[in-house]
């Protein structure tokens, strides 16, 4: 009896010391800092775009399934083009109207030029009829002074000279007058050319809401989140479907801080997913986030306020995938994954650096 009570303090010493050990090794696995960081806190994600319209209109045509594959600039659905195609057809006669307006403005403004050589030659010719006039007037004065000149004829001579003169003056201001016409008329072939340019800019609108009509996928995907029906009113802003880049899809797992000690791009990741067990992806560290999930929260916590219990956060670490996985091709978003970013490499290398 003395053996066996003897014996079962050291049973319970060392039934005590295997759950230290055990406990501390599922300490070092899940808090402690070795070269393999493990998360399951991890998901397949894309850059997926989501498809809405930039014109109202009513849906008469849909060229899509759920989750079919397309390719970029494919038609997936086009709203009732009929009403952008008058605005179109509006817009082009606008143009022409404009069009014809400038071209009677600078037809208008090159006949003023032509009226304003009309109006110098008659200056000119006037020019010469005063000089002629001068002329005669001072010879008939000379004639008279002389005795040898009737005074009738002087005053003829002088009168003639006059006319001249005021046909001068009023063939001058006629050319300046024709001279300012032109600029008349250069300010209204400019507003002609406005106006040519406005209905070439509506008539550019006009055509770009036309091509908005029909709905294109921006890059090769899979169809989804599909809610555009036949006959259905759409206006800007509608999400209709989605279109997902599955070829380009990529892990976001989300580390405890105290993991990231040794993490940095470029390290390799063992990634495994839970919809296929028994099988593993390999992939690369592509980026660590700048901050923490909490962080861009819409209510973030205020630490300063109330009491305080610290708790270790996570933050998302980008992973892409190696080219040319069969498995790959198969993940669909938001796929829970297990990652397995091996750090030892990196940590070799901040050591030897040190």
């Known amino acids: 009896m003395s053996t066996t009570s003897g014996r ?60 079919q594959p397309v390719k970029a600039g494919q038609l997936l659905a086009r709203i009732d083009p009929q009403d ?17 307006q400038q071209a009677n403005a600078l037809a208008m403004l090159e006949r003023q030029r032509s009226l304003i050589e009309q109006a110098k030659a008659t200056v000119d010719a006037d020019l010469a009829q005063v000089e002629f006039a001068e002329h005669e007037l001072q010879r008939y004065q000379h004639l008279a002074g002389q005795g040898a000149g009737t005074l009738q004829n002087s005053q003829q001579a002088k009168n003639r000279s006059l006319t001249a003169r005021a046909e001068l003056a ?38 770009l809401d036309l091509s908005h009509t029909q709905l294109t996928a921006p890059f090769d995907g899979v169809v989804g989140r599909r809610s555009v029906r036949l006959g259905a009113y759409v206006k ?13 899809a990529f892990v976001v797992a989300n580390f405890l801080e105290h993991q990231l000690t040794h993490m940095q791009a470029g390290q390799r990741v063992t990634i495994k997913v839970d919809s296929f067990p028994g099988q593993t992806l390999q992939g690369t560290v592509d980026s660590i986030a700048p901050a923490t999930g909490v962080t861009f929260s819409a209510i973030a916590p205020d630490n300063a306020t109330g009491n305080f219990t610290k708790v270790a956060q996570r933050i998302a670490v980008k992973v892409t995938l190696d080219q040319g996985q069969l498995l790959a091709s198969q993940l669909r978003l938001g796929m829970s994954v297990d990652a397995s970013i091996d750090t030892a490499t990196a940590h070799d290398q901040q050591v030897s650096a040190r």
């Open 8 to 67: 079962k303090p050291l049973v319970m010493v060392g039934v005590g010391l295997v759950a230290v050990i055990v406990l501390y090794g599922l300490w070092r696995l899940v808090f402690g800092s070795g070269a393999v960081q493990s998360t399951n806190d991890a998901f397949v994600s894309a850059d997926y775009t989501l498809i809405a319209p930039k014109v109202a209109g009513f849906i008469d045509e849909v060229l899509v399934q759920d989750n």
């Open 170 to 207: 009023q063939h001058k201001a006629a050319m300046e007058a024709a001279r300012q016409q032109t600029r008349v008329l250069a300010a209204q072939a400019t507003a002609a050319q406005a106006s040519v340019d406005y209905a070439e800019a509506l008539q550019a609108r006009a055509e």
């Open 236 to 248: 800007p802003g509608d999400t209709v479907l989605a279109v997902v880049p599955l070829a380009d």
């Open 84 to 100: 952008y195609q008058a605005a179109v057809q509006a817009a082009q006669a606008s143009v022409a109207s404009a069009r014809a």
